[in-house]
C-alpha cells in the first residue's frame, strides 16, 4: 500500500495522539485499483520525497506515525512505527480533491504548520516534511519557461525538472545557501561566555519578550561561505571575527533555504546596527539569555551546543 503526507502550502495534516499532533499518512489509491488509473511516477501536486532523507538510524525509537486507509470506507486508523513505513510521497490538498482522495476529517484531526511541528518531531522527519513543502511550492511556481514564457510539461519519469517544449530549457528546483553564525566571546567583566543575539524586525515587537536570534543571510553570487560570514556579520553589527567554523546545516522551507551553521570568536570592534534589519543587537551572558529561536531551529541548535559545551541548562 503506497501512503502520502497531505500538504497545504506550509501546513501538514495531522491527527491528535497520545504524543501530540502527528502527520497522517494518507493511503494512495492502487493503480490496478478498478477506480483508479495509471498515474505517471511525476505529476503537479504529488512529488516523491529521497528515502535517504529518513536513514532509518537517525530516527529515535518508539516514534509513531498515524495511518489512514482514507480510500476504503473504513473510518478506523492505524499507528505503525514511523521508522518501519517511510513514507516516500506527499501530495497537496487540492491534488487530494482533484483525484477523489478521501482524507480523514474528524474533532481529531486538522492541518498543522510546520513551525509547529518541527519542535516536537525527530530531526529527520522534519527535513523530510521540508523537502515535500519545497518541492510543491517549486511545482506550484514553475509552470511556464522562464527563457521564452511558453507553458512548461512535467519532465521524464526520474527526472526532477520542468522542461520547456519550445526552447527545451529545464528548471530544476533552486536552493538558496543562507549562513547562520553563533559569534561567542568572555563577558570583559566577569570571564562568562556571551554570545550575540540580535533582534530582528521581522520577529515584531507586540510580542513580549521579543525573540533574539542569530546573525544570518543569504550568500551572494562569487562568494564563498566564510565570506558570506564576515560580510553578513559586518554589514548587520559592524564587528570583525575570528576562527569561523562550519557546524552543521538544515534545510528551512521558507520559501527554499539551505542553512549553513557556522561558529565563530568576536575580534573587535563595536556593534554598528544595520538600522533597517535589526533594532537591537548585544553579547549576552548564557546564563542570563532573551527569548531564543524555538527547538529543532538551527539557530537553537548552535545556542544549545554552547551553552552545553560551557554547562549551562537552556
Known sequence: MTCAFI????????????????????????????????????????VHLFESVVPHHRLPKPYSAVRSDSVSDSTTSQVVAYDDAAETIAISYDYALAHNIKL??????????????????????????????????????????????APVILAAQNDRSMVCPICNLRQYPRVQPCVITAITRPNPSTGETQILLAHHHRYGTLKLPLQYGLIAGFVEVGESLEHAVVREVGEEVGITLKDIAYVSSQPWPYPSNLMLGFRASYAGGDIVLQEDELSHADFFDLSNLPKIPFKGS?????????????????
Open 104 to 149: 480523514p476529517s474528524t474533532d481529531t484531526t486538522a492541518f498543522v504548520a510546520y513551525r509547529q511541528l518541527i519542535t516536537e518531531l525527530p530531526a529527520a522527519l522534519c527535513d523530510q516534511l521540508s523537502q515535500a513543502m519545497q518541492l510543491l511550492r517549486w511545482q506550484a511556481d514553475t509552470q511556464f519557461c522562464s527563457r521564452c514564457a
Open 298 to 314: 538551527i539557530a537553537y541548535n548552535l545556542i544549545a551546543q554552547i551553552a552545553h559545551e560551557e554547562g549551562v541548562s537552556l
Open 7 to 46: 500538504l497545504n502550502n506550509d501546513t501538514i495534516l495531522c491527527q491528535q495522539t497520545p504524543d501530540g499532533m502527528r502527520p497522517l499518512s494518507v493511503a494512495l489509491p492502487h493503480p490496478n485499483d478498478a477506480n483508479s488509473s495509471e498515474a505517471p511516477k511525476y505529476q503537479l501536486g504529488r
